[in-house]
């Protein structure tokens, strides 16, 4: 299993950025696909976006599209979420997921302990 840690969340008005940070360790990085997941109160877990290992595939939530952006830096063993344009709805705590192989939408089976952002109106 890979180890993860995510840091950048926090309070931020709507319309604003932030750019979410997850660093890895254990399972060589770039064996693995990378993505990040969030969960709000009272709401099942959901997808937010998946890189692949080589960063040259990507997948986004609609909800998301145009708005965030997935990237990685396999030299520093980081995946970053850069957030535009949030909105209240956004608000959730965000989680770092990874898992060997393909990028995919789900099977992921290490998580981070996730970084909680908070949109306000």
């Known amino acids: 299993q890979v180890q993860l840690v995510e840091s950048g969340g926090g309070l931020v008005q709507a319309g604003g950025s932030l750019r979410l940070s997850c660093v890895a360790s254990?399972?060589?990085?770039?064996?693995?696909?990378m993505a990040w997941f969030r969960q709000a109160p009272g709401k099942e877990r959901e997808f937010v976006a998946a890189?692949?290992?080589?960063?040259?595939?990507?997948h986004y939530a609609d909800s998301v599209k145009g708005r965030f952006t997935i990237s990685r830096d396999n030299a520093k063993n980081t995946v970053y979420l850069q957030m535009n344009s949030l909105k209240p709805e956004d608000t959730a705590v965000y989680y770092c997921?990874?898992?060997?192989?393909?990028?995919?939408?789900?099977?992921?089976?290490?998580w981070g302990q996730g970084t909680q952002v908070t949109v306000s109106s």
């Open positions: 254990g399972r060589t990085f770039t064996s693995n696909a």
């Open positions: 997921a990874a898992r060997a192989g393909v990028v995919a939408v789900s099977g992921y089976d290490s």
């Open positions: 890189i692949s290992w080589t960063g040259s595939t990507t």
